[in-house]
Antibody, heavy 123, light 107 residues
C-alpha cells in the first residue's frame, strides 16, 4: 500500500526558507520509474505543480519558481525534501506530495497523494 | 510551458444529468492528459489518465476522450458524490501543468 505524508512548519515568516518533508512507504525511490513530486494549492485556487525528483536523481522545477526551489531525496529514509526560499504571503497554501510511477503498468502521473499540509506565511 | 485552459469554470447541474468539461492545451500533448476530482479539504483523486484510461476503482460513468490539444471529461448520470472540483493536467513534458479547475455545483 502506497502512502505519503507531508510534514513541516504550519507558519513561516516572510523572507524565511520553508522546508517540507514527504515521508512515504509502499515503494522505493531507488526503483526505476518511481518519482515524487510537490504540488501546492493557494486557498480557493487551482493546483500548481512545483517540482519533481526521479529515481535516478534527476530534478525538474516549475519555470516561475525555479530559482527558489530545491528538491532532494534520502532513499534510506524514504523521504523527499522540498525547500523554498524567500517565502512571501502569496506562497500561503496547502502543499501536497505525490507519487508518479513511470513503469510499464504505471499511470505515469499523480496517482498517489499525501493529505497535504497547510503553510501560512505571515509575520 | 504548456498552458491548460478548462471550461467552464463553474457548471451547475442536477443529479442524473450528463455533463462535459473541456480542457485545451496550448500545444500538442498527444495523449498525456489526466483528470482529477477534488473535494474541499482533500487531496485530488486521479480519475482518468492517458486521456481516456479510467483509474482502477473509478465508476464507469466517468469517461475521458481527446488527443493533441482538445480533451473532454464526461460524467454520465451525475450522482450526489460527483459534485466537486475537477482539474485537467498535462504530463507530456516534465514541466507539468494543471488547468484552473471546474467547479461542479448542484443546480
Amino acid at each position: 500500500q502506497v502512502t505519503l505524508r507531508e510534514s513541516g512548519p504550519a507558519l513561516v515568516k516572510p523572507t524565511q526558507t520553508l522546508t517540507l518533508t514527504c515521508s512515504f512507504s509502499g515503494f522505493s525511490l531507488n526503483t526505476s520509474g518511481m518519482c515524487v513530486s510537490w504540488i501546492r494549492q493557494p486557498p480557493g485556487k487551482a493546483l500548481e505543480w512545483l517540482a519533481l525528483i526521479d529515481w535516478d536523481g534527476s530534478r525538474y522545477y516549475t519555470t516561475s519558481l525555479k530559482t527558489r526551489l530545491t528538491i532532494s531525496k534520502d532513499t534510506s529514509k524514504n523521504e523527499v525534501v522540498l525547500t523554498m526560499t524567500n517565502m512571501g504571503p502569496v506562497d500561503t497554501g496547502t502543499y501536497f506530495c505525490a507519487r508518479i510511477s513511470r513503469t510499464a503498468t504505471g499511470t505515469a502521473t499523480f496517482q498517489h497523494w499525501g493529505q497535504g499540509i497547510l503553510v501560512t506565511v505571515s509575520s | 510551458d504548456v498552458q491548460m485552459t478548462q471550461s467552464p469554470s463553474t457548471l451547475s447541474a442536477s443529479v442524473g444529468d450528463r455533463v462535459t468539461i473541456t480542457c485545451r492545451a496550448s500545444q500538442n500533448i498527444k495523449i498525456w492528459l489526466a483528470w482529477y476530482q477534488q473535494k474541499p479539504g482533500k487531496a485530488p483523486k486521479l480519475l482518468v489518465y492517458k486521456a481516456s484510461s479510467l483509474e482502477v476503482g473509478v465508476p464507469s460513468r466517468f469517461s475521458g476522450s481527446g488527443y493533441g490539444t482538445e480533451f473532454t471529461l464526461t460524467i454520465d448520470s451525475l450522482q450526489p458524490d460527483d459534485f466537486a472540483t475537477y482539474y485537467c493536467q498535462q504530463y507530456d513534458s516534465y514541466l507539468y501543468t494543471f488547468g484552473q479547475g471546474t467547479k461542479l455545483e448542484i443546480k
